[in-house]
């Protein structure tokens, strides 16, 4: 019997464990942990990845398989970051073979080599030009592409193409059929170029004495792991602290991390930090072409690019100097994972933090209530910005009382004046509704039939640009019957507004002003969101209309007015930290009115002027509100006080969730715990994309306890009979109990 190591590889299956091999044949020594390898796992050959080597296996020897082949020389991550990586699998109880994969980038998923890739790019073969001299192609769209690539012999990559003559793709490929065109592997020039010309470079604002003040707290903690809260209003020039930050960490020649809520990560951001520094920058969001997204990761992992900028999974990118990690607008839900591998990339930023012995920053207008806890507790460090920076002053922020007032499309009479003020005196107007499309109901008048989806608890909303029913929570969508599908009646009606509605309206008020919306639907073509906000930086007077997407990041210099159609969506939510939600909200909406020397006004549309919530947000503000709630969560129990897990379970028939929990119940209760178990019940909306969904709720006072349950709770999930019937998953720390 032979004798040697055994390798424990992690596999992408969401098993619970990992599994045992034998290495490569022709291998010397043993993979490190955190090294690639190809393995053959069922049926399939799959790339895992070594989490352990051992010098046995439960198994006997002669029944092991071979490692097929090891793909990396040396392990993708440090030490340091692997064992984040593992500490996250069992924080969140996720198998750690789909964490593992999670973290890297498609192409490595699939076992491409760690080489920055070439780019595909296009280009005329012989035949081609031939043909473009002939005049050959007589569709002229066809001739138009032709023409283009003769004049780019190096090649043009697919972006370039589509940034010159739009949607292209059906003319080039019956071009490639008839050998005209071709494709072929290039270098691309690095994306993320520094910007070179020392004149490009922005020339920083003379800090104001509080940005001043936190900047030296922080410059005189830059060794060693800390975490700062820097609790600044919109506009009080947070980023500005950022950049002289990572300018230090950067100028020591470390690296820093920051990272920002999904729809923060705008063209502006990127472009002030690219103006700001000489040194390479690499940006990882989720629009990146896979080999645009491994090659900043690896330029990441190199050092290479001293300041890496990312969303949410750009926490995992590995750094060879890390020096500081940033997270903007810590408050924001994007942080939080909500499929799969559901992770809070800011907690894991803490982690991180902790493990590499480095400071790390959270920063927000509005901070999230266990954030502002842990200063309380003493864990965090709180600096804060008061003011806003420059010239610009706080908005005057008013509620407007809707009872029994006369609305034109959901616009009081006292928001349609302010607007056409703001407007009038050549100021730019933005107006925020949480909701897309052009109304959330259609209406039969005959019999009160609205529009249900046929396979949620829900109801489809009228989109009117494509004459379509959608619903939101499942995708599914069909075509506008003129019709009621019950009683046969014409009489449909839409009811209640989205934004399409809403400008609509507005065209109607101000047939002179150009409404431009900003919803998930308008932005859906690439460089959409980009032209749209390129209008709004023109300057002149016009009204946005728009959903989240506006409400956060954004700088629009010219906007001094802000109103929130419909702020009462959010005062009676199911979930507990609905309130929480709303302030931060109508704060963050707030922040875009009067953010350069004009100042702005806000006005927040409710039937509830005297909401407890709104009042205190209204006339003590954000800090007195979080206080408030603070409170009350203390009192009832919830989070940040108590620690809480979710298992969700969902399946076509209606009892199999209610079982499977009901089991995961018994199970949990057969030990004496701190951990008390609430449920099972239907989730809030029961029946979504045709499932049931069902969920239990874990809450304990101390988190070990949870985490004790969890490890011993979720390995037994997969073995319940009950679970063959149902898609399960656990939740730790879940930010919307929905
Ligand atoms: P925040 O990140 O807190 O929202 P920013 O850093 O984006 O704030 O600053 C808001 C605006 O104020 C930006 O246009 C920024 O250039 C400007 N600004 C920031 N700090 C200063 C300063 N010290 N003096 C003048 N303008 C400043
Ligand atoms: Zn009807
Ligand atoms: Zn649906």
Known sequence: MSTGHILRVAVPSPLYRSFDYLPCAAAVG????GVRVRVSFGRRQVVGVVVGVAEDSEFPR??????????????????GEFELLCWAARYYAHPVGEVLHAALPAPLRTGQATRPPGARHWRLTQAGREALAAGLSRAARQQALLALLAAHEEGLTAAGIEARLGSWRHLARPLETRGLVETFLAEEPPAESPVEDASARDEPPRLNAEQQAAFDALQGRLDGFAVHLLDGVTGSGKTEVYLRLIERVVGRGDQALVLVPEIGLTPQLVARFRHRFTTPLAVLHSGLADGERLGAWLRARSGQAAIVLGT???????????????????????????EGFRYSARDLAIVRAQGAGIPIVLGSATPSLESLQNVAAGRFARLELPRRAGRARAPAVAAVDLRRQHLDGGLSRVLVEAAGEALRAGNQVLL????????????????????????????MTLHRVRERLCCHHCGAERAVDSRCEDCGGADLRPAGRGTQRVEEVLHRLFPDTPVIRVDRDSTRRRGELESRLARVDEGG?????????LAKGHHFPRVTLAGLLDADQGLYGTDFRAGERMAQLITQVAGRAGRAERPGTVLIQTHHPDHPLLQCLLHQGYGAFAAAALTERR??????????????????GEAAPGAFLRAARERLQRRPAAVAVLGPVPAPMERRGGRYRAQLLLRAERRPALQQALAELVPALAELPEARRVRWSIDVDPQEIL
């Open 312 to 338: 949410r999974s750009a926490v995992f990118t590995p750094l060879s100097r890390p020096g500081l990690i940033i997270v903007d607008e810590e408050h924001d839900l994007s942080f939080k994972q909500q």
């Open 541 to 549: 007077p016009c009204i946005l209309v728009g959903t989240q997407m």
């Open 30 to 33: 043993s993979p490190a942990p």
């Open 635 to 652: 009192a009832a129990g919830l989070p940040p006080f108590t620690s809480l897990a979710l298992v969700r379970a969902e399946a076509p």
């Open 432 to 459: 925020f509704l949480n909701r897309r499309g052009y109304a959330p109901v259609l209406l039969c008048h005959d019999c009160g039939w609205a529009s249900p989806c046929r396979r949620c608890d829900a109801r």
């Open 62 to 79: 002669a029944r092991l398989k071979r490692v097929a082949a090891v793909l990396d020389e040396e392990p993708l991550w440090s030490p």
